[in-house]
Each structure stands twice: as structure tokens, then as C-alpha cells.
């Protein structure tokens, strides 16, 4: 079997670089982010004050990506994002690599100085996948839910239900959790059946304090932002504002037209999980 290397970046020296198992993914991705590219990229202006942030990306550190973080970086400055969460499965290592790639771009002058990288990880709880951001390391194995979140806000993190009625989501059981916020808006989405059902918590009366989030799980480049969230009132843009605004609710998610086009083709092929 071939190995797909990843190059070496200049700005990671000092991690490892994963390399793909599958001799195929490089191919495959090239052709999503090709066929992503001709449904058209999203160009996300925001207001004095606001912020574009998308909550949930991942870099080659997933077993199912193989995007660069310096990619993904120049990618979401590209479509106008101000921020970016890593969220990986299982690791912090790709969060971390991404915050440092991101000094190494500012450093070159190649990026905003203001441009936000957010740690997180998603977590395979008992019951599905969970998100923590603003946390800097690994967490606790396979955990249930409520344990999981209990182990992000001793670290000071916020806990996040991501695509909670897809497959590999954890459903209902949202509404028995002290979650900070709920992904209604996913760009891995594609079932007009689970999109519905994870929107229709917008208006949710049980989750009246918990922040609204739209963002693209991106697995590939190309898909960066194809949802998102506009945060607003977060003044200078850093980590710990980003975290208070998120904290106050201050969040209205998006999705992109190159995503609800994509979600519509798609939708008439049938229903995909
Ligand atoms: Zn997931
Ligand atoms: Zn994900």
C-alpha cells in the first residue's frame, strides 16, 4: 500500500506530520475540494464589531483529512472568517500545530495579526461526538457525555453538542447536558432531514442559554466556512473575548449559498447520513 506523505511545513519543526494510510485519499481530495470549488466559494463580510468564526475544522491529524493547517488558515482568511476552531478527532495535536502555524503566517506578514485559532477536540463520547474548545489537551477516553463536559469546564472550556441528530451524533440526550452550545447549522450535513431536525433547535425554549452555532466540520479544504457563526460584540479579537461573546449568547449561525447548493444536489440523490 502506498503512503501518502504529507511535506514537512516549515512552521512545524518542531511536531510530527501524520501520514494517510489509504493511497486513495489524495486523490479523493483533490476531487471534493475540486468539485467544492465549482459550487462556489463563500465570501462572508461581517460588521464593525463582528467576527466571522467557524467552530469546527479539521487538519490531516483526523484519520479522515488530510488538509495542511497552513491551508486551512489561508483558506479562511480567504472567504473573510476572523476565526477558527481545530477540532479533531481524539487529538489536540492538530488544534495546537494550527495555532502555531498560525504565529508562523503572522510572523511572515501572510495572514492578520488579529486572526484567531481556537484549540478544541472532538470527543467519541458513549453516545456520539462532543466538542470541547478552549481546551489544550487531550482529554479522557470514550467518556459519557456528562463526564466529558464535566472534564471541559474544570479546564476552563466550553462544551459544545456538534451535528446532534446526524448518526454520529448524541440526539436528545442534548437536553439532559450542561452544554454551553449546539450546532444547528453543520456543513457536513447533507440529509434535509438531519439539517432540519438540528435547526430546529434555534427555537428551542429548553436551550434559551446556550449559544447557536453554525459551522463547517470541514474535512477538506475547500469546505471551510461553509457554515459558520457571526459573533458579535467581542470588541478586540482574542480568545478569552471570543470565549466571554459565546458565553453571552452573542452567536447567529449561517449557512453559506456553495453549501445550501451542495446540500440541494445532494438531497435529490437521497438521503445521506
Ligand atoms: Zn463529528
Ligand atoms: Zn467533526
New binding site residues.
Given amino acids: 500500500m502506498r503512503i501518502v506523505e504529507i511535506k514537512q511545513q516549515a512552521y512545524s519543526r518542531n511536531t510530527h506530520n501524520r501520514a494517510c494510510p489509504h493511497w486513495w485519499f489524495g486523490g479523493w481530495d483533490w476531487l471534493v475540494n475540486s468539485t467544492l470549488k465549482l459550487a462556489g466559494s463563500t465570501n462572508i463580510r461581517t460588521r464593525p464589531g463582528e467576527i466571522a468564526f467557524d467552530p ?1 475544522v479539521h487538519t490531516l491529524y483526523s484519520h479522515c483529512s488530510i488538509s495542511t493547517p497552513a491551508k486551512l488558515i489561508k483558506k479562511a482568511v480567504r472567504v473573510g472568517l476572523g476565526a477558527i476552531a481545530v ?1 479533531d ?1 481524539g487529538t489536540i495535536e492538530g488544534a495546537l500545530d494550527t495555532m502555531r502555524c498560525a504565529e508562523y503566517l503572522k510572523s511572515r506578514g501572510e495572514i492578520p495579526e488579529d486572526f484567531l485559532v481556537v484549540p478544541g477536540v ?1 470527543v ?1 463520547t458513549t453516545h ?2 462532543v ?1 470541547a474548545l478552549f481546551v489544550q489537551q487531550d482529554l479522557a477516553a470514550r467518556p459519557t457525555p456528562a463526564e466529558l463536559i464535566d472534564e471541559i469546564h474544570e479546564l476552563g472550556g466550553l462544551a459544545v453538542v ?2 446532534p441528530y ?1 448518526s ?2 448524541i440526539g436528545d440526550v442534548l437536553f439532559e447536558l450542561d452544554l454551553d452550545a449546539v450546532e444547528v447549522e453543520c456543513g ?1 450535513v447533507f440529509s434535509s432531514d438531519i439539517a432540519l431536525s438540528n435547526r430546529g433547535l434555534l427555537a428551542d425554549e429548553n436551550l434559551s442559554n446556550v449559544a447557536k452555532l453554525g459551522s463547517s ?1 470541514a474535512h477538506y479544504v475547500a469546505a471551510v466556512g461553509s457554515c459558520y457563526t457571526i459573533v458579535r460584540g467581542i470588541g478586540e479579537p482574542t480568545l478569552e473575548s471570543l470565549k466571554q461573546a459565546m458565553i453571552a449568547g452573542n452567536c447567529e449561525p449561517v449557512s453559506s449559498l456553495s453549501y445550501r447548493n451542495v446540500a440541494n444536489f445532494l438531497g435529490k440523490i437521497g438521503k445521506l447520513r
Fill in positions: 469546527h477540532m478527532h472532538e467519541n456520539g461526538h466538542g456538534v451535528h446526524h454520529t451524533g457536513s466540520d
